[in-house]
């Protein structure tokens, strides 16, 4: 029985010297997460986000904390945060082929909703593509002008495209003329 009690103690004794604190936790970044182990709290820094965004990813965070089963309720919600960080881009033909000056000039109308300025990507294709993008934005009469302007802009036979630098919420007409009647391919991504 002795050699019991004293094996017993010999195993606990290490036990109870050891602490339960965890120390300072410290990260840093734009979005820096810092768990300390104390009471399973979490705390989240995130600098530079909207406010409206800041209160969705809460929102979030509290719906997973309460139901981690309902996966579409917070994918939905997530869904829902991230519409406003990544911009809705859509893309319409307006006039195809349309004979100018010895050329053929093809149109799309651009409309972007974003919450910030972005750099956008776009590159076009066709075989007879004569010359640059021409982008400009919509604007009524009277309206002052606009920041946007191209940067890395390429163009060989059969191609051509741009980096546009601050493009904001708005509508935009995307120019192109080719020296021959054809489909014109447009590509886009936010950078």
Not at 16 to 31: D, I, L, M, P, R
Not at 103 to 115: D, L, V
Request: contains cysteine; aromatic residues 8%.
């Amino acid at each position: 029985m002795s050699y019991r009690l004293t094996l017993l103690l010999l195993i606990a004794t290490p036990c109870w010297g050891q602490s339960t604190t965890t120390g300072k936790v410290e990260t840093s970044g734009s979005c820096s997460p810092a768990v300390t182990g104390s009471n399973n709290q979490f705390t989240i820094t995130c600098q530079g986000i909207p406010e409206k965004l800041r209160v969705q990813l809460v929102d979030l965070l509290n719906l997973v904390a309460k139901n981690q089963s309902n996966a579409a309720a917070m994918m939905a919600k997530l869904d829902e945060c991230l519409a406003g960080v990544n911009p809705q881009i859509k893309l319409t033909k307006l006039s195809e082929n349309v004979p100018e000056n010895g050329r053929f000039r093809t149109q799309f109308r651009m409309e972007i909703a974003t919450q910030r300025a972005f750099v956008l990507y776009l590159k076009v294709t066709s075989p007879s593509l004569d010359g640059t993008i021409g982008w400009e934005r919509d604007v009524p009469p009277g309206h002052g002008g606009y920041s946007s302007f191209a940067m890395n802009a390429f163009n060989g036979p059969g191609y051509a495209e741009e980096d546009l630098q601050n493009v904001e919420s708005g509508t935009y007409t995307v120019t192109l003329y080719t020296l021959h009647p054809g489909k014109i391919d447009v590509q886009y991504e936010k950078r």
